[in-house]
């Protein structure tokens, strides 16, 4: 039976691990068509950063992250992305970028 991992040990940054936060901002930068939107950086960051320190302190930095998601300024940011989306699909386009007509 393998042990039981030490929850109060940070996690070991390798370099797979910084190989797959960098393929991760490159698939937010994607997403956002190059733009730099606050909220999934610092979703990414906060993961990142969690990753560095005992599992107590990074569910601290999980905490401030989810007080910033609460801001108007946020749900507005998610508001856009949302109706952005729907007028996407109503115009035909799915998201691998298909122009055939939805059903």
Not at 1 to 14: C, H
């Amino acid at each position: 039976m393998p042990a039981r991992p030490d929850l109060n040990a940070p996690f070991t940054i390798s370099r797979r691990s910084i190989a797959v936060a960098e393929m991760a901002q490159q698939g937010i930068l994607k997403a956002t068509k190059g733009r730099y939107i606050p909220g999934p950086m610092l979703a990414l960051k906060s993961i990142h950063e969690g990753l560095k320190v005992p599992l107590e302190k990074g569910l601290e930095l999980e905490k401030a992250f989810c007080e910033v998601v609460l801001t108007h300024q946020a749900k507005g940011s998610i508001n856009t992305f949302f109706i952005q989306g729907d007028d996407r699909q109503t115009q035909g386009h799915d998201d691998q970028g298909d122009s055939s007509p939805s059903r």
